[in-house]
């Protein structure tokens, strides 16, 4: 039974096109389960204390897998793993045993240090919450960076032997073991238990593929300072790359700082809204700027620009055609999608209403965060990782003293936090100070993409005329589909009382329905060439396609 399981997990998959639909599958399956991931938790604790104490925890952890754990990323180790397969046979297994060896010593012994100072640095990181279970898991929690990290590198052989099945499926025990913890260990653990359930799915996502790696021959050693060379390949590759993506976790935890200052439950509003725009996000940012990666490198490797530039311009405009309409819809939807996906238990109607509100805000930035993802990557085809780096400083800046600014404004100024929860439908809700976390996110984010899309269609030569074109058509459809679906919604009531899930499911799918039939009628009339090469594209879903490679953060959240 075991060889059998193994034999299937471990089989390579050739076929393109069967890879790429593999990945694409278990990434959105990965994301629904995220989703009932954090419905037991809302229905367990609610917008609580002990849930702000649960979210705040993993700011450390996650701080350091962006940082220092992601730093042997598979994006820099596949390069120099597929030249010693090539060049130097025999020794390519043999380095990543020298990866995992210096990885697990150097992370093991900065986990340490923070284990050790716990107790110093967790007031500094969220200064707002003096509890001592807080440190007790963060110290439960910095398991999970060494884990992740060390299936990350496993990863790149993974990649490397196209055992797409395993590499997709790991991400889901990550969120099983996640369940497993609020099911069956908080109860009889108290908050310690879902740290480890935590640790449980980490370690569940690192272990499935070792039994592949150690099952690996090692024909030739590779002399250690000959691979002490080669990581310095590696870091030099990923270094700024990591750097510039870790903007998002340095930004996080800032605004987690302040949020601690804040009412209870503060933190937990502000987390679940952002694992919400989370989930378009990866489905259709996370989607294009990873498939677009390796074809914009062959290009330029090939000294192609006019179709590098061809390949970005039909990824840019893709990106805003399906970005716009999610945008709008989210918009409209925000009450529903989140009773759906959290009203249950200990989540109550004012939790609902005040989660809704901040999706409604970090959503405005859906495509700017988009673009900002294929922005990155096109630059790390091109060779340039500065660039990127530069943009992610400029979002993690513009975030923070934005959120301080609007935080000043929202407390001084009555008229303009009354206009506030007005415009959110909020202004009974208590805690709606959470909101300037949000919108300061949302400002950082389109900040950059601004920032980063002049600099980048100036220096690439992105011709303007067809996306703004395409801007134009699709914003306009959107608007009258979201409104057709906003006027379904108010004929039929809204979330708050309509009572069952089964009830508000139906009045959502309806009304979407509805509103993006009008939307791609709109479309249609206005004879939109991305919606022509949409259906074009799934008409030919039967066609080779590429497979993409994902890292752990790509799939895993």
């Known amino acids: 039974m075991v060889r059998s399981l193994l034999t299937m997990f471990g089989k390579e998959i050739r076929g393109m096109h069967e890879a790429a639909y593999l990945l694409a599958f278990f990434a959105l399956c990965s994301q629904l389960l995220a989703l009932v991931r954090d ?16 979210y705040a925890a993993f700011r450390i952890p996650d701080f350091l897998f962006a940082t220092i754990a992601s730093l042997l990323s598979l994006y820099a180790l596949l390069p120099v793993l597929t030249r010693l397969e090539r060049e130097k046979e025999g020794y390519m297994i043999s380095f990543l045993e020298q990866c995992l060896l210096i990885f697990f010593v150097g992370m093991g012994a900065i986990s340490l240090v923070v284990f050790l100072l716990a107790p110093w640095i967790v007031p500094l990181v969220v200064p707002g919450i003096n509890d001592p279970q807080l440190v007790l898991l963060v110290r439960i929690l910095l398991l ?54 935590v640790v449980l799915g980490a370690t569940m996502h690192c272990a499935l ?18 691979g002490l060379r080669e990581m310095v390949a590696v870091l030099t590759l990923s270094i700024p790359r990591t750097l510039a993506l870790s903007a998002t976790q340095i930004s996080l935890l800032i605004l987690i700082a302040l949020a601690s200052f804040f009412s209870a439950g503060s933190i937990s509003v502000f987390m679940f809204a952002y694992n919400l725009q989370a989930v378009p996000l990866t489905i259709i940012g996370v989607s ?5 990666f390796p074809t914009l490198a062959r290009l330029h490797a090939m000294g192609d620009h006019g179709e590098f530039v061809k390949y970005v311009e039909t990824a840019l405009r893709h990106i805003f055609f399906w970005c716009i309409p999610a945008t709008i819809f989210f918009i ?13 238990g200990a989540f109550d109607w004012s939790a609902t209403r005040l989660t ?22 096109a630059y790390y085809a091109a060779g340039n990782s500065k660039k990127p780096l530069y943009f992610g400083l400029s979002d993690i800046l513009i975030s923070v003293l934005s959120a301080l600014g609007c935080l000043w404004v929202f407390q001084n100024n009555e008229f303009v936090r009354h206009f506030v929860e007005s415009l959110l439908r909020v202004g009974d809700v208590p805690g709606t100070v959470v909101l300037v976390l949000a919108f300061g996110y949302c400002l950082g984010s389109v900040a950059e993409f601004f920032i980063g899309l002049f600099v980048f269609m100036r220096d690439f030569k992105i011709p303007r005329i067809r996306i703004s074109r395409l801007i134009f058509q699709s914003f306009s459809a959107s608007v009258i589909g979201g409104g057709v679906s906003y006027l379904f919604l108010m004929e039929t009531g809204i979330a708050g009382t309509i009572n069952t899930t089964g009830l508000l499911v139906l009045q959502g799918a309806c009304a979407g329905i509805l509103g993006l039939s009008v939307t791609a009628g709109v479309l249609a009339l206005l004879k ?14 039967f066609q080779d396609v590429r497979g993409v490679a994902l890292e752990t953060t790509d799939i895993s959240s």
């Open 39 to 54: 419905r037991l938790l809302a229905a367990e604790f609610g917008a609580s204390h002990t849930l702000d104490l649960y």
């Open 144 to 197: 999970q960076p060494i884990l992740l990290g060390a299936s990350n590198i496993l990863g790149s052989l993974t990649q490397l032997r196209h055992r797409f099945f395993l590499y997709s499926i790991s991400p889901l025990l990550y969120n099983f073991g996640i369940i497993f913890g609020v099911i069956a260990l908080y109860p009889h653990m108290g908050l310690a238990g879902l740290g480890w359930g």
């Open 209 to 226: 593929q070792i039994p592949f790696f150690t099952a690996e021959k090692i024909p030739h050693r590779l002399p250690f300072k000959e």
């Open 288 to 292: 294009y700027s990873v498939a677009a």
């Open 332 to 344: 409209v939807f925000r009450a529903q999608l989140v009773r759906v996906v959290l009203g249950a």
């Open 356 to 377: 809704a509100a901040a999706l409604a805000l970090f959503i405005i930035s859906l495509a700017a965060q988009s673009v900002s993802m294929l922005i990155a990557r």
């Open 528 to 541: 939109n060439t991305e919606l022509a090469e949409s259906i074009a594209a799934f008409r030919r879903r």
